[in-house]
């Protein structure tokens, strides 16, 4: 293979990918807030892209990424234990002798669990072990959040050596080539795995 031939980052799917039925999470830190914030506005655009709808993606907040497993996790199993009692409701209406009620506009929303989180965070390496501490236990917890749920799991978490680096993978480098946005790529992803299927 040819150095020209060699092209960094993620093949496109082979799969059309239609993400209009799904609803996804995504739980972002607040820490680095100048590089989260596009990363999360790339994710966005890239579930858009794929026709999921904006009422249909749910974005929390967290003070930092040692937060962002525990979020996720709680988060999609309140979004299971709903869509749990959802079931019983519509049980009980129909066995009973009443009406269902009509739907109102913040109903329109799809309910039901998260089909896929991400999970963005950004962690640059400072001169003590910190940086290696919490990029070891965010990287295992947001496994974990996946694993233990059966919610993909998307680790959208940049570790980066520098500030610029860091800007770098959100698209807002300082130099002529602000790089590429990672959220568009994570976006992509959690539709990918949550349409996932044998």
Known sequence: MGGDDFHKGVKESSNKLDGGNL?????????????VNPLVDGAKTSLAKYGVKSENIVVRDVPGAYELPG???KLIRQSQQESTNL?????????????????????????????AVIC??????????????????VSHGIMRVGLDTGVPAVFGVLTCLTDEQAMQRAGTGRGEDKGHNHGLDWGTAAVEMALLKL
């Not at 609803?23 to 590089?35: A, D, F, G, M, Q």
């Not at 409701?89 to 002798?97: A, K, P």
């Not at 390496?125 to 501490?133: I, N």
């Open 120 to 137: 963005i965070g950004v962690l640059i390496k400072g001169s003590t072990m910190h940086f290696e501490y919490i990029a070891d236990a």
């Open 71 to 73: 979020a996720a996790m």
């Open 23 to 35: 609803k996804i999470l995504i739980v972002h830190t607040r820490w680095n807030s100048e590089i």
């Open 87 to 115: 079931v019983s409701s519509i049980v009980d209406d129909l066995l009973s002798t009443q009406t269902p009620s009509s739907q109102t506009a913040a109903e329109s929303a799809k309910s039901g669990p998260f089909d």
